[in-house]
């Protein structure tokens, strides 16, 4: 547990109880050449000693292929989706933005079993919405990302599609993750309208940054927190959402402090930016604690 996971997971905990909703936790273990054996086990033990446990089972999409499948197949049988075999280099030449299939170009043959699998994004496809913390967003699909794959070349399924199909499946009203997550939306809420799901409110919190702007996270090698102490982790994440550190000042359980959180929480403090400082309240980053 890191403290951007622990800043995503708290702000996201004290969202769903201030609107008496119910806390799901998903594992998205989607690519298994880069999974840690134990590692997704040692999270959910970190959750726990925050006190911060799912309110249904824990779901893992790893075992949801089969959904997966059936919305694919739905999309390309309805012409939405198409297998391609461009490569990166192909990519490059295209600045990044996939608008046709180079490789189709080169060689009009059946595309190959390994190809990857893309929404076909129709052009000036636009997607606006009013995110809870940032306001009003709005990006051009087709303009900015393209066509975006839903499996890719490996067999692996891409993220996008997944956690679409999983928030559709699970009854999912409101999705709270961090502002690095920000760019991915306007591509789920496309793919939401291809797969005719229901789509629900975002709220992106801001990310925890050191003194050095960099984010705190494993990506960027942050130590990891102590569960074994973590009422000071959980003070700073509080502070980092912008909340008043007064009502959690003289706690001295979890349990406590989780329950003066959850009446004392202001979403409408949550700073209203991608990015915050750990040190923006004078207070020590949730690592170095």
């Excluded at 509080?238 to 329950?259: C, K, M, R, S, Y």
Aim: hydrophobic share 45%; proline share 7%; glycine share 6%.
């Amino acid at each position: 547990m890191h403290p951007g996971s622990l800043l995503a997971a708290f702000g996201s905990w004290l969202l769903a109880r201030h609107h008496r909703g119910a806390w799901l936790v998903r594992i998205e273990d989607l690519d298994p050449p880069r999974e840690v054996p134990g590692a997704a086990e040692r999270q959910l033990r970190a959750l726990a000693a925050f006190g911060l446990e799912s309110d249904e089972p824990v779901r893992r999409q790893s075992e949801r292929g089969e959904l997966y499948r059936a919305a694919l197949d739905q999309l390309l049988a309805r012409g939405l989706a198409f297998a391609c075999r461009c490569s990166r280099s192909d990519l490059a030449a295209a600045a990044g933005i996939h608008r046709r299939c180079l490789a189709a170009a080169r060689d009009p043959g059946r595309a190959a079993p390994q190809a990857a699998v893309r929404l076909r994004v129709a052009d000036g496809a636009t997607v606006s919405f009013d995110d809870a913390v940032l306001g009003p967003q709005r990006q051009d699909v087709a303009a900015e990302v393209g066509d975006f794959v839903l499996r890719r070349a490996d067999g692996y399924w891409a993220y996008q599609l997944a956690v679409v199909v999983d928030d559709a499946d699970q009854g999912i009203t409101d999705v709270v993750r961090g502002a690095d997550l920000l760019d991915s939306t306007a591509r789920q809420i496309l793919l939401q309208r291809a797969l005719r799901l229901p789509t629900p409110r975002y709220a992106h919190l801001p990310l925890l940054l050191d003194a050095q702007g960099r984010k705190l996270s494993k990506s960027d090698a942050a130590q990891p927190l102590d569960p074994s102490d973590p009422l000071p982790a959980l003070r700073a994440a509080w502070h980092a959402l912008g909340q008043d550190p007064e009502p959690l000042a003289a706690v001295a359980t979890v349990t406590q402090l989780l329950d003066q959180a959850r009446v004392s929480f202001s979403p409408a403090q949550i700073p209203k930016c991608a990015e915050t400082l750990a040190a923006v309240h004078n207070t020590p980053a949730p690592n170095a604690v």
